[in-house]
């Protein structure tokens, strides 16, 4: 009598995998490097050596247009929107530099402190989807919310 047989054997719910299965992940080659995934899964490979387009890959000495933070600016408006009492007074001011975009938040006074959040943790969540953005976008940003 094998302990599976046992009738006070206690069930770990653990299922082996046989060569019956149909979902069993197969290697396809003898590559040492090669990634098993599952079916329908294309792995990807990536080139470590490749730049990162925009600010990151040195176009930083370029002069930033007013335009080119548009969607930076409307990152910063949606978020800061959705976490006011009165969404219709966000305003947000994009003020270019010589090599970043200070962005300034105006909201309603009594929603200054749902902007800041406790211990800022909500500003710097919204100064960080903006620099997300600005990256993107290829240029350096900072947010000030004004009072």
């Known amino acids: 009598m094998t302990p599976e047989d046992r009738p006070d054997a206690p069930d770990s719910g653990l299922v082996e995998p046989t060569s019956q299965d149909p979902e069993a992940v197969e290697p396809t080659s003898q590559d040492p490097e090669a990634v098993e995934t599952a079916p329908g899964v ?18 930083a000495d ?9 969607r930076v600016l409307e990152v910063i408006e949606y978020c800061a929107r959705a976490i006011v009492e009165h969404p219709e007074e966000v305003r947000v001011a994009c003020v270019p530099e010589s090599r970043r975009m200070v962005y300034e938040l105006r909201v309603h006074p009594e929603d200054v402190g749902k902007v800041i959040g406790r211990h800022g943790r909500t500003a710097r969540a919204l100064r960080t989807m903006a620099k997300v953005a600005g990256t993107l976008a290829g240029h350096r940003t900072s947010v000030e919310i004004v009072e």
């Open 42 to 59: 294309e792995a990807v490979q990536v080139d470590p050596n490749a730049q990162v387009a925009g600010a990151l890959a040195g176009e």
């Open 62 to 70: 370029e002069e930033l247009s007013e335009g080119s933070g548009d």
